[in-house]
């Protein structure tokens, strides 16, 4: 099996960079205090430790250092035998476990555009090389390059979070069809490719459109961020048809 590479184009994949950043800091910025104690469709966080992750992933692209020291820490707490994402998340959430709304807030958006500068360094040769650990979608674990993940996951991440912390929040989330869109049609083709089957998609709201492949798929009309949620098997649990039912990594 080949390793996953970023459908993307360089400077697409670090323009959304950049401008998820500054966006997740925003709707950090408009959080009240009783928000960031509501419960998240991840069972394991609110929203104030949901934040703490997800500024954990932007310290690591922003620093070559920090990103090596959460790797071996993470994997020391994994083992031989525990699951070396979880042990990351759980980091990064743990080290923040006294942080204030307001202390992530800040760390955030001024580590947000170094991230972003620290993912653009990302040489193609390292872009190219295929990541030591396998990743399991849809029950299969698939090799990775590290282009994927740089350019890719790495936006779709806190793009997912984002969507995440709106709806615990009731909070409308800020969408556009040139960022978030562009980052949906990438989901969407990545999607019929995982699945390779015929379907007609018609995604709604800001960061919407329409897709097909083929002539004798099923058709659906479905919420763009709904979707997007679904295929990230958001909430755990949810039964769809085999199709809808293909996960895209986030």
Known sequence: ???????????VAMRLAATEYDRCAELFRSL????WAMATDCPAWNVRQMAAHMLGMAEM????REN???QRKAAR???TGGVYLDALTQLQVDERADWTPGQITARYAARGPKAAAGRRRAPAFVRGRAMLQLQEVNGVREPWTFGYLIDVILTR???MHRLDIAAATGTPPRLTAEHDGVIVADVVAEWA??????????????????WQ???NGPAWTLDAVGFCRAVSRRPAGVTLDELMNTEVPF
């Open 32 to 35: 009240s205090p009783a928000q």
């Open 61 to 64: 692209a922003a620093s070559i």
């Open 157 to 159: 991440d806190p793009w």
């Open 68 to 70: 090596l020291r959460q």
């Open 1 to 11: 099996m080949n390793p996953r590479e970023s459908a993307l184009s360089r400077p």
């Open 77 to 79: 707490m994994a083992g």
């Open 213 to 215: 492949a083929g002539a």
């Open 193 to 210: 490719d995982r699945h390779g089957k015929d379907f007609e998609l018609t995604l709604t709201g800001p960061a919407g459109g329409t």
